[in-house]
């Protein structure tokens, strides 16, 4: 039931961005601050550094809403464009580095299952 009512909230507000991602850039923002939270994740877990883990945790649980609304409400080629960026590189005349969100978030989630130890805490406690 929670879950159902967490769905149906956060719907009006994925469309917006969904509308407003290509210009402000907000959902690979979200994106990038959580993959730079992974890299240290690993750390953080062996040291049971709580308010990092929460942090990571609910990037990561804001990120899993988001996515079921686009992979609802979009194509293919839409979900993509929402996690691909153009990064500028200082120095460059104009040119530009892509890069494959989606793709760098999959491989550190994969990463993260591997090589970060459970925790046998509720994080929900957290």
């Known amino acids: 039931g929670d879950s159902r009512l967490l769905e149906e909230a956060v719907v009006p507000l994925a469309k917006t961005l969904i509308q407003n991602n290509p210009r402000t850039g907000n959902c690979g923002a979200l994106v990038r601050v959580f993959l730079g939270r992974t890299k240290e994740l690993k750390i953080s877990t062996e040291c049971q550094d709580q308010l990092f883990i929460w942090q990571a945790h609910n990037a990561l649980f804001m990120i899993r809403c988001l996515v079921k609304v686009f992979i609802r409400e979009m194509s293919e080629e839409e979900l ?18 892509s890069k494959d969100l989606l793709e760098e978030l999959l491989l550190n989630l994969v990463h993260l299952i591997v090589e970060v130890p459970l925790l046998h805490q509720d994080l929900a406690l957290v």
């Not at 993509?80 to 580095?97: A, D, I, K, L, W």
């Open 80 to 97: 993509h464009q929402q996690f691909s960026y153009q990064e500028r590189v200082p120095g460059s005349c104009g040119e530009t580095g």
